[in-house]
Structures are given as structure tokens and as C-alpha cells.
């Protein structure tokens, strides 16, 4: 059975750092491309970043890029969200997601969220 489950976050206040986490089970991560959707209290979901170990590369969101890092364990078959210099507007719930494909495609399995607040 596929299973996603985030952690990691937290109130941080503006300028600061959280790392998220994305344990996977049930396939490996490696094995996929994968991906972190976000969605804003009173907002649609918003792309963030994917990553293809496949074809060794990240993609990311104008809105994040520079500021936040995404990659993978093989070992651990966990995912990671480095977000460096948050703004108050990167306050959302933050999804993990397995994409279909080894580089591209929809997303077919999705964790539960994980919440992040960035305010003073």
C-alpha cells in the first residue's frame, strides 16, 4: 500500500528556515518523480516543486525558486522541502505527492499535509 506522510512544520517567523519531510512507503521514491503542491488558506493548490531522480533533475515554482530545495534519501525513501527566507505568503498546507511517470505526469498518491505558518 502507497503511503505519504509529511512532518516538519511548524509557526516560523518571516526570514526563517523549516525542512520538510515526506516518508514514503509502499514504493521508491527513487523510483518516481515526485512532487510538493501547496494550498493557501482560501486558496486554490499551487505547484511547488518536483523532483525526478530518473533524470536527476528539480524543477521549481517561480514563486520558491532560489529559496527553497527539494530532494530525496534513497535510504531513508524519504523526500525533503529545504524552504529557506519564508514570506508570510509561503503560509500554507504542503502536500507530498508521487507522480505517475518517472519524470512528468499527474500525481496519484497524496499525503495528508503538513502546515506551515509564517508570521511575526
Known amino acids: 500500500e502507497v503511503q505519504l506522510v509529511e512532518s516538519g512544520g511548524g509557526l516560523v517567523q518571516p526570514g526563517g528556515s523549516l525542512r520538510l519531510s515526506c516518508a514514503a512507503s509502499?514504493?521508491?521514491?527513487?523510483?518516481?518523480?515526485m512532487s510538493w503542491v501547496r494550498q493557501a488558506p482560501g486558496k486554490g493548490l499551487e505547484w511547488v516543486s518536483s523532483?525526478?531522480?530518473?533524470?536527476?533533475?528539480?524543477y521549481y515554482a517561480d514563486s520558491v525558486k532560489g529559496r527553497f530545495t527539494m530532494s530525496t534519501d534513497n535510504a531513508g525513501n524519504t523526500v525533503y522541502l529545504q524552504m529557506n527566507s519564508l514570506k508570510s505568503e509561503d503560509t500554507a498546507v504542503y502536500y507530498c505527492?508521487?507522480?505517475?511517470?518517472?519524470?512528468?505526469?499527474?500525481?496519484?498518491?497524496w499525503g495528508k499535509g503538513t502546515l506551515v505558518t509564517v508570521s511575526s
Open positions: 505527492a508521487k507522480v505517475i511517470g518517472r519524470v512528468a505526469g499527474g500525481m496519484d498518491y
Open positions: 509502499g514504493f521508491t521514491v527513487d523510483d518516481y518523480a
Open positions: 523532483i525526478s531522480s530518473y533524470i536527476s533533475s528539480t
